[in-house]
T-cell receptor, first 110, second 114 residues
Framework: QKEVEQNSGPLSVPEGAIASLNCTYS??????FFWYRQYSGKSPELIMS????GDKEDGRFTAQLNKASQYVSLLIRDSQPSDSATYLC??????????FGSGTRLQVQP | EPEVTQTPSHQVTQMGQEVILRCVPI?????FYWYRQILGQKVEFLVS????????KSEIFDDQFSVERPDGSNFTLKIRSTKLEDSAMYFC????????????FGPGTRLTVL
């Protein structure tokens, strides 16, 4: 059974701070890793993808991947109240289906 | 910016009835997917579709479910005899053939089975 684990939160950070979101996965064959943002009642919105070990930066977002530790993280710099949402980690292990974690709810306090 | 669209946004049906959920994937994408999310739960994969056939399906996607690409733009999910537990948000997604499988989701259809 392929599992993707996330702390459900809520993770509460003040406006302007760095939010750090973490995800672990069980399938060592996993090849592609994604972070989606989901506002309440809305669909998942792709914000980052990462495929190799290390860091990948896109604006205020940085994804980090460590395949040896089976660990993916997302850093959000200069957090804004509009970043308040649930962040979903998704993993793809060679086939095209994505396995999602249950998500971490982020609250950015003004 | 191209996007996945879905209709209807909300569907209410009686248990045992058939429903068809519709999706228009992004035009140059060749892989299509259906996922569902029961309220308060994880997003779950149902099925992927490529070159007019199912390429992968989950245990959830049993004989009550079917998918079809009836024309060059639409992609549909049919549930033949709905059950109460089919109540969920159903998301369509699409991705390019090449590339790293970035999947873009539509806004979803909320299915309520009474």
């Amino acid at each position: 059974q392929k599992e993707v684990e996330q702390n459900s939160g809520p993770l509460s950070v003040p406006e302007g701070a760095i939010a750090s979101l973490n995800c672990t996965y069980s399938d060592r064959g996993s090849q592609s890793f994604f972070w989606y943002r989901q506002y309440s009642g809305k669909s998942p919105e792709l914000i980052m993808s990462i495929y190799s070990n290390g860091d990948k930066e896109d604006g205020r977002f940085t994804a980090q991947l460590n395949k040896a530790s089976q660990y993916v993280s997302l850093l959000i710099r200069d957090s804004q109240p509009s970043d308040s949402a649930t962040y979903l980690c998704a993993v793809n292990a060679g086939r095209r289906a994505l396995t999602f974690g249950s998500g971490t709810r982020l609250q950015v306090q003004p | 910016e191209p996007e996945v669209t879905q209709t209807p946004s909300h569907q209410v049906t009686q248990m045992g009835q058939e429903v068809i959920l519709r999706c228009v994937p992004i035009s140059n994408h060749l892989y299509f997917y259906w996922y569902r999310q029961i309220l308060g739960q994880k997003v779950e994969f149902l099925v992927s579709f490529y070159n007019n056939e199912i390429s992968e399906k989950s245990e959830i996607f049993d004989d009550q479910f079917s998918v079809e690409r009836p024309d060059g733009s639409n992609f549909t999910l049919k549930i033949r005899s709905t059950k109460l537990e089919d109540s969920a948000m159903y998301f369509c997604a699409s991705s390019e053939l090449a590339g790293r499988n970035e999947q873009f989701f539509g806004p979803g259809t909320r299915l309520t089975v009474l």
